[in-house]
């Protein structure tokens, strides 16, 4: 049985800084592509991150997170991180993680070419 479980979130200052974890069953790392997104209240839910199951571990990240997020991951723990620097209140949105095949030539962003979605964890940046 496939899951995802994401844990780290919580409420952190501006500025701040987190990390998010997701833990994967059911699939290994290393015949998928992750990536991270996050839903703010009556908003869209966005693409936040990705990182590629290849040795190399190529990445990506939106525009507005470039510079203060980073995408991870760790094969032997089959867990994947997104460590969060200079927080700010725009950031405050339920993240998830999801999980695609590596088969999956679609946009990385794009929500509908992943297989598995996490149930997300909670990240409030405020004062």
């Known amino acids: 049985q496939v899951q995802l479980v994401e844990s780290g979130g919580g409420l952190v200052q501006p500025g701040g800084s987190l990390r998010l974890s997701c833990a994967a069953s059911?699939?290994?790392?290393?015949?998928?592509?992750m990536g991270w997104f996050r839903q703010a209240p009556g908003k869209e839910r966005e693409g936040v991150s990705y990182i590629l199951s290849s040795e190399d571990g190529s990445t990506a990240y939106a525009d507005s997170v470039k510079g203060r997020f980073t995408i991870s991951r760790d094969n032997a723990k089959n867990t994947v991180y997104l460590q969060m620097s200079s927080l700010n209140p725009e950031d405050t949105a339920f993240y998830y993680c999801a999980a695609r095949t590596t088969l999956s030539g679609s946009p990385w962003a794009r929500l509908g070419s992943y297989d598995y979605w996490g149930q997300g964890t909670q990240v409030t940046v405020s004062s």
């Open positions: 059911g699939f290994t790392l290393d015949t998928h592509n």
